[in-house]
């Protein structure tokens, strides 16, 4: 597939060249909030890589980025994302979920399927997590910054899955 030139606004269905902007949308319905606020410190360190997190409202999670999915975890909790850049993206779902041993969730992606901003992926039952006494933030971390040029996440409040949160821009 042969890129289009590079516009002001990158729409989803678009690979964007290295240097100009990705949009971000938010993975799920819910109250968007910095990285540094999640209840796990590996995250809120930023120790595998710069983001933010949602307070989900819905169930299902669909792709904060276009790109391939490169990585889906056994236990159904985590997505990875890259984009034809090497931005690579982890959408993690709730916090210590991986001892859940993937019962709440149903994944409706592969590795190796490409994606757009916006699809579905995960289906969720929260009632479950939270049975459970597991946080139920939704986070997406940016884990290869070596490919990152920026990263601005302009959204507050309220925000709706597939809405547009912010942008990254690729080295």
Do not use: C, R, Y
């Not at 938010?26 to 209840?39: C, F, H, L, N, Y």
């Not at 360190?45 to 710069?50: Q, T």
């Amino acid at each position: 597939m042969t890129a289009a030139p590079a516009a002001k606004t990158a729409s989803p269905d678009k690979t964007p060249a290295s240097g100009s902007t990705i949009p971000v949308v938010s993975p799920a319905d819910g109250a968007i909030k910095p990285i540094e606020e999640v209840p796990d410190e590996t995250f809120a360190s930023k120790i595998l890589g710069d983001g933010f997190a949602i307070v989900p409202a819905s169930a299902t999670i669909v792709a904060p980025i276009s790109g391939t999915v490169t990585m889906v975890a056994k236990s159904k909790h985590a997505v990875g994302i890259t984009t034809a850049e090497g931005v690579e993206v982890l959408v993690h779902i709730g916090i210590d979920t991986v001892q859940m041993g993937g019962a709440p969730f149903s994944v409706t992606v592969d590795k190796g399927q490409p994606i757009t901003a916006g699809t579905p992926m995960v289906q969720v039952n929260w009632p479950a997590i939270k049975a459970a006494g597991k946080p139920t933030d939704v986070i997406v971390a940016f884990t290869k910054p070596a490919k990152v040029a920026a990263l601005s996440i302009t959204a507050t409040g309220a925000v709706t899955a597939g809405s547009q949160v912010g942008t990254v821009i690729p080295k």
